[in-house]
């Protein structure tokens, strides 16, 4: 009898050690994430709701045209654009190299006192080549145009 009282315990035990192990690896994977998520906007969706100064997000659009300046240093100032709204973008580093007015480009950083102050710039990679949230955006606010091929 105490033989398979103790083999009970002993399965409880297991049972339990594994369902807290489980526990603490969610949690440690969440919070190792975290930071590591970055919500894509629209121009159109941050003028319409601004996100607070500390969340960091991804913005994707047209670089507008007539908008890229380059300033002292390395900062460049622009408007991203997604046909519906504007949203002014600073940014302090190297562009890439296809970077340029009336391509595509997606921006990583945060909305600080209406601009978006970017901490990563990405062009892209090719003639033809445009992240889908951006496509999507651009579709909706029906400025989007096929590449031609």
Sequence with gaps: MALKSLKKRRRIQVVALAVVA?????ALIGYSMRDGINYFR???QVAEEPPTPNEVFRI??????GTLVRGQGQEITF???????????????VLPDLFEENQGMVGTGRFI????????????HDETYMPKEVVDALKE???YQEPES
């Design 22 to 26: 489980l526990i603490g690896a969610t």
């Design 42 to 44: 629209s121009p159109s």
């Design 113 to 124: 006192d209406g601009r978006f102050e970017a901490s990563e710039i990405l062009a892209k």
């Design 141 to 143: 606010q029906g400025v």
């Design 60 to 65: 994707g659009g047209l670089v507008e045209e």
């Design 79 to 93: 408007n991203v654009t997604d046909g519906g709204a504007s949203i002014p973008v600073v940014y302090a580093g």
